[in-house]
T-cell receptor, first 110, second 116 residues
């Protein structure tokens, strides 16, 4: 069965610092992978997705993610974090049968 | 593009009453819509998948008689929580996949249900 693990429940970074949020997946075939962001009390916004092709995926708001099949990982990165990036981030695998990780809460220090 | 709306955004009801939540795809046709439930500080749990014009497919453990889902058109799905109880209080989020592009889900803003 497919599953997603986000090892970090909560991460705090300083504004302007780089960010990496970890995501590991378990999936029988070539996975469809997604990163979503959720602000408090809001729905989910799609940051980026990977289906096939180039393993480095560019998304919105300056985010990128790299698919590493050998490590079953799809980590999200941003070179310089802004205060407005503080939110909950979810990694997900699958398409019609999407499964979400537990989420990583990002706090940005001034 | 790919905007999904939900109505209402918040609802408070008394125990034993029924509540209907609407999910609409505003600028695309959604052959498939999904309903999720999210508990505080937790991830999303898929409740059911609905295809336009057919019965919804419920995930294991979700009571289909309690959570009635109707997907009557390509732009509208509804979730009705019947005989609501306080334990049904939660954040309900819908998503939709565009017809012919079923690989990506677009999410609505969610509905906060509080049952007193």
């Amino acid at each position: 069965a497919q599953s997603v693990t986000q090892p970090d429940i909560h991460i705090t970074v300083s504004e302007g610092a780089s960010l990496e949020l970890r995501c590991n997946y378990s999936y029988g075939a070539t996975p469809y992978l997604f990163w979503y962001v959720q602000s408090p009390g809001q729905g989910l916004q799609l940051l980026l997705k990977y289906f096939s092709g180039d393993t480095l995926v560019q998304g919105i708001k300056g985010f990128e993610a790299e698919f590493k099949r050998s490590q079953s990982s799809f980590n999200l990165r941003k070179p310089s974090v802004h205060w407005s990036d503080a939110a909950e981030y979810f990694c997900a695998v699958g398409a019609r049968d999407m499964r979400f990780g537990a989420g990583t809460r990002l706090t940005v220090k001034p | 593009g790919a905007v999904v709306s939900q109505h209402p955004s918040r609802v408070i009801c008394k125990s034993g009453t029924s509540v209907k939540i609407e999910c609409r795809s505003l600028d695309f046709q959604a052959t498939t819509m999904f309903w999720y439930r999210q508990f505080p500080k937790q991830s999303l749990m898929l409740m059911a998948t609905s295809n336009e014009g057919s019965k919804a497919t419920y995930e294991q453990g979700v009571e289909k008689d309690k959570f009635l889902i109707n997907h009557a058109s390509l732009t509208l799905s509804t979730l009705t929580v019947t005989s609501a109880h306080p334990e049904d209080s939660s954040f309900y989020i819908c998503s939709a996949s565009e017809a012919g592009f079923t690989d990506t889900q677009y999410f609505g803003p969610g509905t906060r249900l509080t049952v007193l």
